[in-house]
């Protein structure tokens, strides 16, 4: 079956455990997923740490190699492939010429030295900062002051996140607090020499505490048991830990290192090395009120810079952009878009009472997208300047010149939030009912790529006048139609928009574009459907499109006789 969802394919040149680069990619596979098809490039480096609990529905594929990683990633034809080390080449090898690409660095060289088609997460050049869920992690009640003050140092036993160095500071130093600190090591080594090592000096230090790895779901009320958080890296771009803690409003300490002084900003205190980091977890024991100051600027920081809702809201946008719409996270809580184009010729009162009887729908949530085609007519612009209410659900588009109803119909679609595209003109009326049955049947066949129904024509003394219907046969090519009614009235289609935007949408140089559109798409083999149902009310009169009758019948026959010789071979 034609792909029906846009793919997204994430280029990842290392191999899965759990880092603070995997789980931002995590966090966008999490949110693309109900809209979209996953999938993830990894080198194939296997690793004692499983990320899979994270990566439920998304594909994940092992390459030993880069050029190996390429081969896959053209594959699988990707809309938009999402590279996550920009400064390498790895997986890519030419293909940014065939399939629109972003990048996100998340090294603190990469980000100062990124290409132009990255996306910089810190430094001076900062687009888009990582974030996290703000819902989750929040300042929590906190257990009964116990007289110690209690340090959190999160993350894996690494040489770059906990250096020798300091291990040695720590062991010489916190004997001297006579057990008024705990220091808690919270996650594990990993299995190499550093690791190993590192596991046994903690394990020795008096007062150190070590807990392993625990569940994400549960950080949160980790975080809240702790005094402050101590970071001691060596390198570090952006902290997703010293993030997590401030968000649930726990002071950070750490070291002035790469990205680590503008993630925390004032909400923390930053020192230049081993010694400075441990007076000042002293400093903050001593303090109560410097604590509780730098935790409400934490939490502030956090509400400010790094809300995972914002981030993921800011790369769907960088996705819209870089794929001309063609990658777009439907918008929560709209069912359809109404694509509805206007020019001169219509009359004010057909396009009130069109956009009145779109707004009258009843059991859906829908926004009205009215393109006004290079409109010039006063009164026309009259009208639609009073139908324009963005918050009863219609949006205007304002092309400044008449590019043709093709053209309108693009850009509607370029612009809607919704995965489901009704069309409508100006100068019909829309039956009640119809968008709900169209959505309900549009959710019960994720197979149909489009649907259509019957019309009425509109007397001029406003009865209805039933109109030649047609059966549309889901197994019959199009070109068969052509000596007889026609199957498809575009004022009563209803169809999902990637796989129009898939491919090309509405074509602009020819004069039958929906005919051209339907014949496209059934040669890309998507599904079309007609329920024997009237879903439009059509107004006849001098000024419409389709009063021209010979040109109309010539376009249609060089259109069908293209498509059936295509077709034929």
Not at 26 to 47: E, F, M, Q, T, Y
Not at 58 to 64: C, E, F, G, L, M
Not at 328 to 335: E, K, M, S, V, Y
């Given at each position: 079956?034609?792909?029906?969802r846009?793919v997204?394919?994430?280029?990842?040149?290392?191999?899965?455990?759990?880092?603070?680069?995997?789980?931002?990619?995590?966090?966008?596979?999490a949110?693309?997923r109900?809209?979209?098809?996953?999938?993830?490039?990894?080198?194939?480096?296997?690793?004692?740490?499983?990320?899979?609990?994270?990566l439920?529905q998304?594909?994940?594929?092992?390459?030993?190699?880069?050029?190996?990683?390429?081969?896959?990633?053209?594959?699988l034809?990707?809309?938009?492939?999402?590279?996550?080390?920009p400064?390498?080449?790895?997986?890519?090898?030419?293909?940014?010429?065939?399939?629109?690409?972003?990048g996100?660095?998340?090294?603190?060289?990469?980000?100062?030295?990124?290409?132009?088609?990255?996306?910089?997460?810190?430094?001076?050049?900062?687009?888009?900062?990582?974030?996290?869920?703000?819902?989750?992690?929040?300042?929590?009640?906190?257990?009964?002051?116990?007289?110690?003050?209690?340090?959190?140092?999160?993350?894996?036993?690494?040489?770059?996140?906990?250096?020798r160095?300091?291990?040695?500071?720590?062991?010489?130093?916190?004997?001297?607090?006579?057990?008024?600190?705990?220091?808690?090591?919270?996650?594990?080594?990993?299995d190499?020499?550093?690791?190993?090592?590192a596991?046994?000096?903690?394990?020795?230090?008096a007062?150190?505490?070590?807990?392993?790895?625990?569940?994400p779901?549960?950080?949160?009320?980790?975080?809240?048991?702790l005094?402050?958080?101590?970071?001691?890296?060596?390198?570090?771009?952006?902290?997703?830990?010293?993030?997590?803690?401030m968000?649930?409003?726990?002071?950070?300490?750490?070291?002035a290192?790469?990205?680590?002084?503008?993630?925390i900003?004032?909400?923390?205190?930053?020192?230049?090395d081993?010694?400075?980091?441990?007076?000042?977890?002293?400093?903050?024991?001593?303090n109560?009120?410097?604590?509780?100051?730098?935790?409400?600027r934490?939490?502030?920081?956090?509400?400010?810079?790094?809300?995972?809702?914002?981030?993921?809201?800011?790369?769907?946008?960088?996705?819209?952009?870089?794929?001309?719409?063609?990658?777009?996270?439907p918008?929560?809580?709209?069912?359809?878009?109404?694509?509805?184009?206007?020019?001169?010729?219509?009359?004010?009162d057909?396009?009130?009472?069109?956009?009145?009887?779109?707004?009258?729908?009843?059991?859906?949530?829908?926004?009205?997208?009215?393109v006004?085609?290079?409109?010039?007519?006063?009164?026309?612009?009259?009208?639609?300047?009073?139908v324009?209410?963005?918050?009863?659900?219609?949006?205007?588009?304002?092309?400044?010149?008449?590019?043709?109803?093709?053209?309108?119909?693009?850009?509607?679609?370029?612009?809607?939030?919704?995965?489901?595209?009704?069309?409508?003109?100006?100068?019909?009326?829309?039956?009640?009912?119809?968008?709900?049955?169209?959505?309900?049947?549009?959710?019960?066949?994720?197979?149909?790529?489009?649907?259509?129904?019957?019309?009425?024509s509109?007397?001029?003394?406003?009865?209805?006048?039933?109109?030649?219907?047609c059966?549309?046969?889901?197994?019959?090519?199009?070109?068969?139609?052509?000596?007889?009614?026609?199957?498809?009235?575009?004022?009563?289609?209803?169809?999902?928009r990637?796989?129009?935007?898939?491919?090309?949408?509405?074509?602009?140089?020819?004069?039958?574009?929906?005919?051209?559109?339907?014949?496209?798409?059934?040669?890309?083999?998507?599904?079309?459907?007609?329920?024997?149902?009237?879903?439009?009310?059509?107004?006849?009169?001098?000024?419409?499109?389709?009063?021209r009758?010979?040109?109309?019948?010539?376009?249609?026959?060089?259109?069908?006789?293209?498509?059936?010789?295509?077709?034929?071979?």
């Amino acid at each position: 079956m034609s792909r029906l969802r846009p793919v997204i394919v994430h280029v990842l040149p290392w191999q899965l455990c759990v880092g603070g680069a995997q789980r931002f990619i995590a966090d966008l596979a999490a949110w693309a997923r109900p809209w979209a098809d996953v999938h993830i490039v990894h080198l194939a480096r296997g690793s004692d740490e499983s990320w899979q609990h994270l990566l439920d529905q998304v594909v994940t594929h092992p390459a030993d190699d880069p050029i190996r990683a390429a081969a896959i990633v053209e594959s699988l034809a990707p809309d938009l492939m999402h590279h996550h080390y920009p400064t390498s080449s790895w997986g890519i090898q030419g293909l940014e010429k065939r399939f629109p690409l972003i990048g996100t660095p998340h090294g603190w060289e990469g980000n100062l030295n990124a290409p132009e088609w990255a996306v910089r997460v810190c430094g001076p050049r900062a687009q888009i900062p990582h974030g996290v869920d703000l819902d989750l992690y929040k300042p929590m009640p906190r257990p009964a002051p116990d007289g110690r003050c209690h340090v959190g140092i999160v993350g894996r036993l690494r040489w770059d996140k906990i250096p020798r160095s300091f291990l040695d500071a720590l062991q010489a130093w916190l004997p001297s607090q006579r057990g008024a600190v705990v220091v808690h090591f919270i996650g594990r080594g990993l299995d190499d020499r550093f690791g190993r090592h590192a596991q046994t000096a903690v394990r020795r230090i008096a007062g150190a505490r070590v807990h392993g790895d625990i569940p994400p779901d549960q950080m949160p009320g980790i975080y809240n048991q702790l005094d402050a958080v101590l970071i001691p890296s060596a390198r570090d771009s952006v902290s997703l830990v010293a993030i997590e803690a401030m968000a649930c409003g726990i002071p950070v300490v750490a070291r002035a290192i790469e990205g680590l002084p503008d993630t925390i900003g004032e909400a923390g205190l930053v020192c230049a090395d081993d010694q400075a980091l441990l007076k000042a977890v002293e400093k903050l024991r001593q303090n109560r009120a410097l604590r509780l100051e730098l935790g409400r600027r934490g939490r502030q920081r956090a509400v400010s810079l790094y809300d995972r809702r914002r981030m993921l809201q800011q790369y769907g946008d960088e996705y819209r952009r870089r794929t001309r719409g063609l990658v777009r996270a439907p918008q929560t809580g709209i069912d359809v878009n109404v694509a509805m184009p206007v020019a001169d010729g219509v009359q004010p009162d057909w396009l009130r009472d069109a956009v009145k009887s779109v707004l009258a729908q009843q059991g859906v949530v829908l926004e009205l997208l009215l393109v006004s085609d290079g409109v010039a007519d006063p009164d026309l612009i009259h009208a639609i300047d009073d139908v324009e209410a963005p918050v009863r659900g219609v949006r205007v588009i304002r092309l400044e010149k008449n590019m043709g109803i093709s053209a309108a119909v693009n850009r509607a679609l370029w612009a809607a939030s919704a995965d489901l595209i009704a069309r409508a003109d100006a100068d019909d009326i829309m039956p009640p009912g119809r968008l709900a049955a169209q959505v309900a049947f549009m959710r019960q066949r994720p197979d149909v790529t489009l649907l259509c129904g019957d019309m009425k024509s509109i007397r001029p003394d406003g009865g209805l006048d039933p109109m030649p219907s047609c059966v549309l046969r889901d197994d019959q090519p199009l070109w068969e139609y052509w000596e007889g009614n026609w199957p498809i009235a575009h004022p009563t289609v209803m169809y999902r928009r990637y796989p129009v935007l898939a491919i090309g949408g509405y074509d602009e140089t020819v004069f039958c574009e929906d005919l051209d559109l339907w014949c496209r798409l059934q040669a890309a083999g998507h599904r079309f459907a007609k329920l024997p149902v009237v879903w439009n009310h059509y107004r006849r009169h001098a000024n419409q499109y389709t009063a021209r009758h010979a040109e109309i019948r010539r376009s249609t026959k060089q259109v069908l006789d293209r498509y059936r010789q295509r077709s034929i071979g």
